[in-house]
């Protein structure tokens, strides 16, 4: 089947099949090394990706596409068990915390290099974390999402960063040993240290190719040579090529990898194809192996194909973003919950999300420790939301709505008809709706949520580790241009949830912010969807993440 796959394509691109599904020559050139891996080991994996990455050095990097790519070329200190979110070991074997969680001390594996050759040790350890505390220039550091997000603020805070850093230092003990002191607990510690932005890089590359050059701004902005061409890591692939103009990605094996050992493929490829119905087709042609979030009304017809559709457990939340300073009358909590009982979320649910997925009644998904019933809902009411908008004096008020294109996000198989259901309910309730699509590569994210552009938007989360802060937190634990929330109480309970050791107090404490996030509504939980990805029949050894943390360093062509 393998062989008939491969044969397959080349022959598409010799006749010139135009669009995603044609094939470079070269391709056919390597499709007999492919063949004769295709009882195992060896050969080459095409994954279909939505869209392109960003850049490969993930500490400026907070979307899925990047981040698929560089967890197969760079190690955390600590991972996520293949098809949980629970944790395990990676580049450090053992992790203690001291000092009432403001110590943590790792025990590092032996014998590791990087893909360069030089050695991983407690040193690269400390110059990574070093790094990203020293980081200058408000440009890299607005880039720098989820180091803000986890650690509060930098040495010298820049531009619009005024966070209280967390970092205090890291100390090499011995080559094996690195202890990590903060400024306070944080309770997302241990599991963030999952997250594939705060990977372990080579220090010799990260100066050689100037990796901290970062410059200009908005949608203006230009990475170093390091973020797009030379990512370094201990991981089982390391990079060749992006053929940007193709989009495509080019990973080879790392021969000298120990994490856990040397991956089984010769090679992996991510080829970028936005649309999902050309995804489906490029695999039916044998053009790709594998692509992520297959429409929910694709999963049947894609087994009876043989496809393997793999399901992932909910671990994230969609919602209709509001933005109060984009509209005064969005200020007002009745307006608010105007939108939340006009929104029609049970259909939505059963007609537009796959198997499995979920009315969501808050930001937290029940998967995360956090999660409490117990908060204010927001059944479907249109008689209430009317009235609730007329009481405001908000009657026939307009709305910017934004909703992206080109791109499939694992909260949301397709922007356009999310867009469509959510708007349809709203004009039901009285509501005139301007639509601003943009697309996601093209402006969206920085209009959303750097801007604030908009009146209502939509967007997701998928959980990058189990904490109710890695949502919640993010969202609302200080004011952002994407809600334009001034709620002083929930930026104090949150951090306080934040600053509680993991244990019971630290999920009360989330609790009890759920509760008041839900009261003041600064948006709209939507859905708890449950995204798939879908691989070949004679693809082995992928394990379906709810974090969507598939490595593929396990990979046969059976």
């Known amino acids: ?140 550091q607005s880039q720098m999402i989820y180091y803000g997000d986890v650690w509060g603020g930098f040495a010298h805070n820049e531009g619009i960063t005024k966070g209280d850093p967390l970092y205090k230092s890291c100390e090499a003990k011995d080559d094996h040993t690195a202890v990590l002191n903060l400024t306070r607990a944080k309770g997302a510690f241990p599991a963030a240290f999952t997250l594939p932005s705060f990977a372990i890089q080579s220090p010799t590359a990260l100066k050689k190719y100037n990796a901290d050059k970062v410059t200009g701004s908005g949608t203006s902005i230009t990475y170093s040579e390091y973020a797009y061409k030379h990512p370094t890591g201990t991981g089982p692939f390391k990079f060749e090529s992006w053929d940007q103009g193709n989009g495509q990605i080019t990973l080879v094996r790392n021969e000298t990898s120990t994490m856990p050992a040397p991956a089984k493929l010769d090679k992996l490829v991510f080829k970028v194809i936005p649309d999902e119905n050309a995804r489906k087709q490029a695999l039916k042609a044998g053009d790709i192996n594998g692509y992520d979030f297959p429409a929910p009304a694709d999963y049947g017809l894609l087994r009876n194909d043989g496809e393997q559709v793999l399901i992932r457990p909910s671990f994230n939340v969609l919602y209709l973003g509001i933005n109060q300073k984009g509209n005064p009358l969005l200020k007002k909590p009745e307006v608010r919950k105007a939108l939340a009982y006009g929104i029609n979320r049970e259909q939505f649910v059963r007609s537009k999300l796959a198997e499995g997925s ?146 019971d107090a630290h999920t009360k404490a989330y609790q009890d912010a759920n509760k008041k996030i839900m009261d003041a509504l600064p948006a709209i939980p939507i859905a708890y969807p449950t995204p798939a990805i879908v691989v070949g029949p004679k693809i082995k050894g992928v394990v379906a993440s709810p974090l969507t943390d598939e490595r593929f360093n396990n990979v046969t062509i059976g």
């Open 1 to 140: 089947m393998q062989q008939l796959r491969l044969t397959r394509t080349c022959r598409a691109a010799l006749i010139g099949l135009a669009g995603v599904l044609a094939v470079s020559l070269s391709a056919c050139a390597e499709s007999k090394r492919d063949e004769a891996g295709g009882g195992g080991s060896g050969g080459t994996m095409v994954f279909g990706n939505t869209g392109n990455p960003k850049v490969f050095d993930p500490i400026f990097a907070d979307e899925g596409e990047t981040l698929r790519i560089t967890r197969q070329m760079l190690d955390t200190l600590i991972q996520n068990k293949p098809g949980t979110a629970d944790l395990a070991p990676s580049l450090a074997e053992k992790w203690t915390s001291s000092n009432e969680g403001k110590t943590w001390t790792f025990d590092l594996k032996q014998g590791v290099k990087f893909s360069d050759g030089t050695p991983f040790d407690a040193k690269a350890v400390c110059f990574n974390f070093d790094r990203w505390y020293n980081m200058k220039g408000a440009t890299a």
């Open 358 to 503: 979920e009315v969501a009644t808050e930001f937290v998904p029940k998967a995360i420790s956090g999660y409490t019933d117990d908060v204010t809902k927001y059944p479907y009411d249109p008689a209430k939301a009317k009235q609730l908008l007329k009481d405001a004096g908000a009657e026939g008020m307009t709305l910017k709505f934004y909703y992206p294109t080109e791109v499939t996000r694992p909260y949301m198989p397709n922007p356009a008809d999310t867009y469509t259901a959510i708007s349809e309910d709203l004009k039901a309730i009285g509501i005139n709706v301007q639509p601003v699509a943009e697309s996601w590569n093209g402006g969206y994210k920085d209009d959303v949520q750097q801007n604030g552009k908009q009146d209502i938007h939509l967007l997701g989360w998928t959980g990058d580790y189990n904490d109710a802060g890695n949502f919640v937190g993010t969202f609302f634990g200080r004011p952002k241009p994407e809600f334009g929330l001034e709620d002083t109480d929930i930026f104090n309970t949150l951090a306080a949830a934040d600053a509680s050791p993991a244990g």
